[in-house]
Nanobody, 114 residues
Framework: QVQLVESGGGLVQPGGSLRLSCATS????????MGWYRQAPGKERELVAS???????SYADSVKGRFTISRDNAKNTVYLQMNSLKPEDTAVYYC????????WGQGTQVTVSS
């Protein structure tokens, strides 16, 4: 049974940083592209970053230069380092395998506000 457990969210001031973690189990993590998604209130879920099995990251324009995705294949965990956070980054953040998607985890709330 696949499990995706996100953690690390919280309330942070604009310009601050957070590091999200996603612990996975139930599938062969190391061979798949993994992604971080977010869903803001009233908006559709969007892919903000993805990482290949070899560690190459890709980013949405809205987060490029501020977010860094990484993975530890030995720990079956994917991370999202978020710097220079903006109020528009406020959302619930989820990890998942982009193709095909697993069932979604519970996500972790990130709120950027002064």
């Amino acid at each position: 049974q696949v499990q995706l457990v996100e953690s690390g969210g919280g309330l942070v001031q604009p310009g601050g940083s957070l590091r999200l973690s996603c612990a996975t189990s139930g599938f062969i993590f190391s061979i798949y592209v993994m992604g971080w998604y977010r869903q803001a209130p009233g908006k559709e879920r969007e892919l903000v970053a993805s990482i290949t099995s070899g560690g190459r990251g890709s980013y949405a324009d809205s987060v490029k230069g501020r977010f860094t995705i990484s993975r530890d294949n030995a720990k079956n965990t994917v991370y999202l380092q978020m710097n220079s956070l903006k109020p528009e980054d406020t959302a619930v953040y989820y990890c998942n395998r982009p193709q095909p998607l697993f069932s979604w985890g519970q996500g972790t709330q990130v709120t950027v506000s002064s």
